[in-house]
């Protein structure tokens, strides 16, 4: 189904399924395929114009994986592992997005699904046992099972700061960057943000860009990605390994292929520590973050030492003293927040077209109707460019005037933080399954790892109700009470925890985001899953089935 629906059609008729998923990224489209298996039918809506999500919108220069192309793509067909080769160890958007659209294509994906297509509203008929779903232009469907593929990180924000409105020239989110390319070349951009997009975008900015400024509140600690080539002789050899591959992502803490060192790097000596770190550091990807020492992200002394270590990093690659150490972070550890993975971010502050505006010493006051004011100058621009990140996790559930038993708001019942059984369903709202949910392990993942689990224990749960004559299942309140308890004290040991970021719900530009509520699930994907298969062998306990 396309988008061209007529005004009269939407505005008059209202269109029935068994389900509805919102999303079109990599949760909405395999779960798609998954309810074709039940038999069901469904019908996903998506408000972008095409599938793909998080690479159908980011589109800013020097967008790519940080997790490894291979580990990334989906798992569930022979076939597609087969045909599909990935060109780049962390591949590009571009290619991501071509990937995806190869699987719409594939598996036919797009017939059930509508695009340009916002959802608005979602409530819960407790008569009928039914969700009525209506878009931004009038659609409107009824499916006894909703099901939420809104992304952890689709909801850009932009910054509260006075004037934004005014500025002349084009300004935008990275999240939200045209289609069309832009030509930097010889222009004066700003870029406010300096986390895992700012620090992706801004050497591909700097490399044509007449001057650069950067308007940096926070420093964040970056490592190097070392991206690199694919050949055929290698891809062919991956394929051949898949199987081992994805086995190894499903055993790690965070579904990635980066296997924790098992010492801890306060019981070796500084030489073990180095040696480690060297060689993480050297290696591509995640593994200094994720193949670490076991005490790093849990302990403040190791963590302590760890982050000195990417300090000296930092310092090496500068050649002002004074610039580099206001680019070393001081307000957090390292890997306390995502690390953003950079290929030559530290050099671009080294050529002399390349400012860094320090927020701390001179403070945005206003964006103006030619450029960006800070408390001692105001500077011109051509383009201004907002890496000012998302509403995470739950900022897609807020967007949407969420109903369940007797009217009660989804926001309402979140109010003092998000609260659901298994990151996966809420009571009160019978029927609404959430991928990729708050305190879901799928929110600190190689995500597609997770969003795999997520995905085909959902289904086996629909399978289930199918079997046994039910169309009603809700989470208890005593589930859902047990679930927080797990997420607070599995969270307790982590330092992300204790560390204001997306991670922990904070966002100043957003009102009421101040406080931490964490998020995301800190037990790792292995306990999740095999917390998840325990309520399907115990026959779905925590939910009331009717
Ligand atoms: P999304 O891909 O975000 O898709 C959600 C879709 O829901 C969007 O298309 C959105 O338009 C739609 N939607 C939301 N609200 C509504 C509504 N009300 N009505 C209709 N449609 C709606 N993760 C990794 O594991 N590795 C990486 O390398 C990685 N890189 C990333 C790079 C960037 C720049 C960003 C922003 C995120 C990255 N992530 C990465 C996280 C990424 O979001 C996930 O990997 C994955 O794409 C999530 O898929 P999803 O389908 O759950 O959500
Ligand atoms: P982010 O990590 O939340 O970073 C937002 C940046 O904007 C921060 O530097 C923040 O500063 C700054 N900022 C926000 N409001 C501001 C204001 N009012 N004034 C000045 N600065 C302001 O968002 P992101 O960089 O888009 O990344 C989000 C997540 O997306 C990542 O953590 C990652 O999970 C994913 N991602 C992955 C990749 C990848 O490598 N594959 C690439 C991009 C994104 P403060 O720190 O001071 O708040």
Not at 112 to 121: C, E, I, N
Not at 310 to 316: E, L, N, P, Q, S
Not at 317 to 343: Q, Y
Not at 522 to 537: F, I, M, N, S
Request: include cysteine; charged fraction near 25%; proline fraction near 4%.
């Amino acid at each position: 189904m396309g988008s061209a629906q007529s005004a009269a059609e939407a505005a008059n008729s209202v269109h029935s399924y068994d389900a509805v998923v919102i999303g079109a990224g990599v949760s909405g489209m395999y779960q798609l395929h998954r309810l074709r298996e039940l038999g069901m039918s469904a019908l996903v809506l998506e408000a972008g114009s095409g599938v793909g999500g998080t690479w159908y919108w980011n589109r800013y220069p020097g967008a790519r994986f940080d997790s490894e192309s291979y580990t990334y793509g989906y798992s569930w067909s022979e076939e597609l592992l087969a045909e599909w080769d990935w060109t780049e160890r962390f591949s590009s958007q571009p290619e991501n997005l071509k990937y995806l659209e190869f699987v719409a294509d594939k598996f036919e994906l797009r017939r059930d699904m509508r695009f340009d297509s916002r959802v608005t509203t979602a409530h819960y008929d407790r008569a009928a046992n039914c969700w009525e779903v209506e878009t931004d232009d009038g659609f409107r469907t009824r499916s006894t099972f909703l099901i939420t593929a809104l992304g952890p990180l689709s909801i850009p924000v932009l910054p509260k700061i006075d004037g934004i409105e005014d500025f002349a020239g084009p300004s935008f989110h990275t999240s939200n960057w045209p289609k069309e390319e832009i030509d930097f070349t010889g222009k004066r951009v700003a870029v406010i943000g300096t986390g895992a997009t700012a620090v992706q975008l801004i050497p591909e900015v700097a490399k044509t860009a007449g001057r650069l400024s950067i308007f940096q509140r926070n420093p964040n600690w970056c490592a190097p990605l070392h991206n690199g080539p694919i050949d055929q002789a290698e891809m062919d050899d991956i394929k051949t390994r898949y199987q081992e591959i994805f086995e190894t992502c499903n055993d790690t803490f965070a579904g990635f292929a980066h296997v924790p060192d098992r010492r801890k790097a306060l019981e070796v000596s500084a030489e073990e520590r180095e040696e480690l770190w060297e060689r993480l550091w050297g290696e591509p990807g995640f593994g200094i973050w994720m193949a670490n020492f076991r005490d790093v992200l849990v302990n403040e002394e190791a963590n302590a030492l760890m982050t000195e270590f990417a300090a000296t990093k930092i310092r090496d690659r500068i050649d002002d003293p004074v610039l580099a150490e206001k680019l070393i972070p001081t307000n957090h550890g390292f890997g306390t927040r995502r690390v953003p993975m950079e290929t030559n971010y530290y050099e671009v502050y080294n050529q002399p077209h390349v400012e860094l505006v320090d927020l701390n010493e001179t403070p945005i006051e206003a964006v103006t109707e030619n450029g960006i004011r800070t408390s001692d100058q105001e500077r011109e621009f051509d383009y201004i460019i907002y890496a000012t990140g998302f509403d995470a996790v739950t900022g897609g559930f807020d967007r949407i005037d969420v109903r369940g038993i007797d009217g009660v708001r989804l926001r309402d019942v979140w109010a003092a933080g998000p609260r659901t059984y298994l990151g996966l369903q809420i009571a009160g709202f019978p029927n609404m399954f959430t991928l990729v949910g708050p305190n879901n392990a799928a929110t600190f993942c190689n995500m597609p790892r997770c969003i795999e689990q997520n995905v085909d224990w959902v289904t086996e749960f629909l399978r289930y109700l199918q079997e046994h004559g039910l169309t009603r299942a809700e989470a208890t309140e005593e589930a859902m009470d047990a679930w927080g308890e797990h997420v607070v004290t599995s969270g307790d040991r982590m330092l992300f925890t204790k560390v204001n970021s997306w991670f922990t719900g904070v966002n100043t530009n957003i009102e009421g985001h101040d406080e931490r509520r964490f998020l995301l699930y800190a037990a790792g994907l292995p306990v999740y899953r095999e917390k998840a298969d325990e309520v399907t062998a115990n026959r779905y306990e925590g939910f009331v089935l009717s």
